[in-house]
């Protein structure tokens, strides 16, 4: 079976100390899968493996069957994205250019059609007031969710979200995740998202834990 995505047998260390070891994970077409994750216990740098980002020690990553090592940067791009927690934007361009660099690069669509994109998005999920704001000028939520919108303006078929819900209002959090979801099933794409104490899951297909230098089903 040709999986969306498969981690098979990673192992990364940090000199010589585990985070993960023999870590297998599947991710299946429009399923969504939450990881449970604590402090610095590898969360971000499982999503960092997942998006291809990350060098681990053994194992092997693939999408749709084919390992991510024969995949050109611009295949990558249309596979797997990932927001990251605060970092990522550039800070000299606004959000707006921070979200048309990556399309203009790895697609061939002229800047009208990309700004259509983006503009029809950040409308949906009610994120005009970022678009000509920059990075220095947002608070730690926001450059969560001007990433967001660079991701969902790229549109991949899988997406990473890195602990997206931490400092969130509850009518914040509730709105966003409703908005989310539903954009994830009308275009058929796939979720993993990391997940703290107090966060929502119940969205999901799956969810998992990391404990023991492996993921084992959360409750």
């Not at 998006?51 to 681990?56: A, R, T």
């Not at 990553?61 to 995949?71: A, D, R, S």
């Not at 969130?168 to 998202?193: N, P, V």
């Amino acid at each position: 079976m040709s999986y969306l995505l498969e981690l098979k047998e990673v192992s990364l260390a940090y000199d010589d100390n585990f985070i993960f070891k023999n870590l297998d994970l599947t991710l299946n077409e429009n399923e969504i899968i939450t990881i449970k994750t604590g402090v610095l216990d590898g969360g971000s740098s499982l999503l960092q493996i997942c998006n291809s980002s990350l060098n681990v020690q053994s194992g092997n990553i693939f999408y749709k069957g084919v390992n991510t090592k024969k995949l050109s940067d611009s295949q990558l791009f249309k596979t797997v994205g990932m927001q990251l927690e605060s970092e990522g934007l550039l800070s000299m361009y606004t959000v707006l250019e921070n979200c048309k660099l990556p399309i203009s690069f790895h697609s061939k669509l002229n800047n009208t059609e990309i700004e259509k994109n983006i503009f029809y998005i950040s409308a949906k999920f009610e994120f005009d007031y970022l678009l000509n704001k920059y990075p220095y000028q947002l608070n730690d939520v926001q450059l969560r969710l001007a990433n967001l919108l660079r991701l969902l303006s790229s549109n991949p078929k899988i997406f990473l979200l890195d602990e997206i819900q931490s400092g969130m209002s509850d009518k914040l959090r509730a709105g966003l995740l409703d908005k989310l979801i539903k954009h994830l099933k009308e275009q058929e794409i796939s979720l993993i998202m990391t997940i703290t104490a107090g966060d929502m899951d119940y969205f999901a297909d799956q969810k998992l834990e990391i404990n023991n230098l492996q993921l084992n089903r959360h409750k």
